[in-house]
């Protein structure tokens, strides 16, 4: 039984357990309904059973050795998974612009950081991929136990991960690829080709673009390592089985025909704004990352012009702006945007 047919049976029992609330007791009320389902981890409930479950039935559709649910993030990912495959000492390469968790991870490991650094595209001011010769440059001047790749990165920007993967198997060496903001990409082939079936960890956000709520995220593993050690380092031993059966219910939508039908349908609306606003220059990358610039703005003024239009971006530049795209980004939000950018 998985974390969603638990929730849909009825428990007739009077639990003297935590979490005290009961599942009656509400101090905010907006979240009535949450803490009906904020269920403990007694065996009337059995839901660690249930969890695994879920998770086995994830990595079927991943087609991953296995998946783990994440409460806190694709940080506890990345951290997860360096703390599974280094010990004390060991080398990591990682990105000198990466995010903070990565350094973290190495730290929390004892391991040593060795850092690459990428090329920016001085057109658009955003880094461009990791490029695999200069991969290869790296394993073969020091010794490197695992490297972790950011793709794609905010602006979309998407690394070549079965070449990089490649050099990486050439010089054993693990592949940790943090792909936080590339939770749809399983999805679409209209989409980048995601390093889930390709790296040796995989670590993705459903929050950022699949429609998850804030923290939820999974960890993809495709080696022999038991990570079960790793992560109850750094994870609670009393989860919030209400997000985990969230996380579990969003991977069944996004696996489903109407979920992939609703990336389809995403895709197919920016194409359509960027058709009719030949006004504004776009990027070509992944497509749920609206890249663009302006002649005659810098991407602050863009931002700003656009703040007081009403549109809020998610991340700018000296060069250009960026606007994130996900399942809730319907036709009227992007509309909206085209108004605006053809005001521009």
């Known amino acids: 039984m998985s974390l969603l047919k638990l929730f849909k049976k009825k428990k007739k029992t009077v639990c003297f357990t935590t979490p005290s609330h009961s599942q009656k007791f509400c101090i905010t009320s907006k979240f009535q309904q949450f803490y009906k389902f904020d ?127 490649s050099i990486c198997e050439k010089y054993g060496v693990y592949l940790i690829v943090d792909e936080a903001h590339g939770a749809l990409y399983p999805f679409s082939e209209s989409l980048p080709q995601s390093a889930v079936k390709i790296a040796d960890f995989t670590v993705q956000s459903l929050h950022k673009t699949a429609g998850g709520l804030n923290s939820t995220a999974l960890l993809h593993n495709n080696t022999d390592i038991d990570l079960s050690y790793a992560f109850s380092k750094i994870s609670t031993t009393s989860p919030n089985y209400a997000m985990l059966m969230t996380i579990e219910k969003n991977i069944n939508y996004l696996n489903s025909t109407r979920g992939k039908a609703k990336i389809d349908e995403l895709i197919k609306n920016i194409e359509k704004l960027k058709q009719n606003c030949n006004n504004i220059e776009f990027f070509n990358s992944d497509i749920t990352k609206i890249l663009i610039k302006k002649d005659g703005f810098t991407g602050y003024e863009l931002s700003e012009k656009l703040y007081n239009l009403g549109i809020e971006d998610e991340i700018t530049n000296e060069k250009s702006t960026m606007l994130l795209c996900g399942l809730g980004t319907d036709k009227i939000k992007l509309d909206r945007l085209q108004k605006v950018l053809k005001k521009i």
């Open 39 to 165: 269920i403990s981890e007694t065996d009337t409930h059995n839901p660690q059973d249930a969890l695994k479950l879920a998770q086995k039935n994830a990595a079927q559709i991943y087609g991953t050795k296995q998946t783990i649910f994440l409460l806190n993030g694709s940080t506890s990912g990345v951290i997860t998974a360096v703390l599974s495959c280094t010990e004390k000492g060991e080398k990591v390469l990682i990105w000198d612009n990466a995010h903070s968790c990565h350094k973290n991870a190495i730290e929390l490991a004892s391991a040593v950081p060795i850092y690459y650094s990428l090329k920016k595209d001085k057109n658009w001011g955003i880094y461009t991929q990791f490029e695999p010769k200069e991969l290869e440059k790296y394993l073969s001047a020091e010794n490197i136990k695992a490297v972790i790749v950011t793709s794609p990165s905010y602006e979309g920007i998407i690394s070549d991960i079965p070449a990089l993967k």
